[in-house]
């Protein structure tokens, strides 16, 4: 069932990371037909924009995330020993380099790991969450996010936000032209211009930065139910993951979290503060912690 499981979502992350490579073109093409009639110049802009922000991204993404969560680094065991001990331990067990280590100054409970590849990678804790999990509790939370890390999801997710942040670009830059009373002129129809083909265009632009963020938040959704297959396939302890993920159902928003990191974290740090507003649950960064607990309780 484990296997299955994992095998499952991987087989899905690739559909969803190729539909997001798939948007960024459609965008490009979009983008160069509005502006310069022509949808190869489009992709290749759209190509070489991407490139440029997936490159950015990937070489600062960890000390950009920490600093914008307020996370400070502990370099011993000394600082914080059980933390430090359970994520060593993790480490070993899934065989990759220790990653290192920051803590959150916040009460509530929340985790999440970022980097560019298992050699270059950080995991984070709340003060909340070491207050509040005993030992298998910690190990399961940090078996979850050792996962994210030994699946290279660090990377996906880094990879998803930057190509996010590209097509925004590229959306903003018809958005300038527009108000700027560039792009099309008015005899577009004596050259040849399709009427529908401006008009799919626009409503390819109008549409991308709602389509790139639902691919990212599948894409998030998609790796937390591998993550949490995977912690207990690092502590053999699945009860120990259960018992995490019930203590976080119960859990207060966080004070500091980046909301542009919620989807790093092992729960929407923002998750009880949307209760009672049911239209934010369509645009969740999580699958329900209840999903997740009974996929686990299958196991």
């Known amino acids: 069932m484990l296997y299955q499981q994992i095998n499952m979502n991987k087989r899905r992350t690739v ?8 948007l960024v073109a459609l965008v490009g093409a979009a983008v ?18 991407a490139l440029i922000y997936v490159s950015v991204m990937i070489g600062q993404s960890t000390d950009v995330v920490m600093n ?14 059980e933390l430090w001990h359970v994520v060593e331990d993790m480490a070993m067990v899934a065989q990759v380099p220790m990653p290192r280590v920051f803590i959150i100054d916040d009460p509530s409970p929340n985790a999440f790991a970022t980097g560019n590849d298992p050699e270059h990678s ?36 880094t990879i998803a936000l930057a190509l996010s942040a590209a097509i925004s670009f590229l959306v903003n830059l018809v958005s ?11 005899d577009d129809d004596d050259r ?13 632009i109008i549409l991308a930065p709602l389509a790139a963020a639902i691919a990212q938040m599948a894409l998030s959704r998609n790796r937390e139910y591998l993550a949490d297959a995977g912690s207990v396939e690092l502590t053999r302890n699945p009860q120990g993951m259960i018992s995490a993920l019930r203590k976080l159902e119960h859990a207060e928003p966080m004070q500091q979290a980046d909301p542009s990191s919620a989807s790093l974290y092992i729960t929407d740090p923002e998750e009880n503060a949307k209760r009672h ?23």
């Open 15 to 22: 559909y969803v990371v190729f539909g997001f490579c798939l």
């Open 192 to 204: 040849g211009v399709n009427i529908f083909g401006m008009l799919a265009s626009l409503l390819l």
């Open 176 to 186: 300038n032209f527009w108000w700027l009373g560039g792009g099309r002129s008015d």
């Open 122 to 157: 950080a995991v984070a804790a709340t003060t909340g969450l070491m207050q509040m999990m005993n030992r298998e509790e910690l190990e399961g939370v940090m078996g979850h996010e050792i996962t994210h890390v030994r699946n290279y999801d660090i990377r996906l997710q």
């Open 68 to 81: 914008m969560n307020h996370a400070h680094e502990i370099h011993s065991a000394a600082e914080s020993p």
């Open 277 to 299: 507003r049911w239209l934010d649950h369509l645009f969740d960064t999580h699958p329900p912690l209840e999903d997740r607990i009974a996929r686990l309780e299958e196991m």
């Open 32 to 49: 160069g037909y509005w502006l310069a009639g022509s949808t190869v110049v489009g992709i290749i802009m759209a190509l070489v924009i």
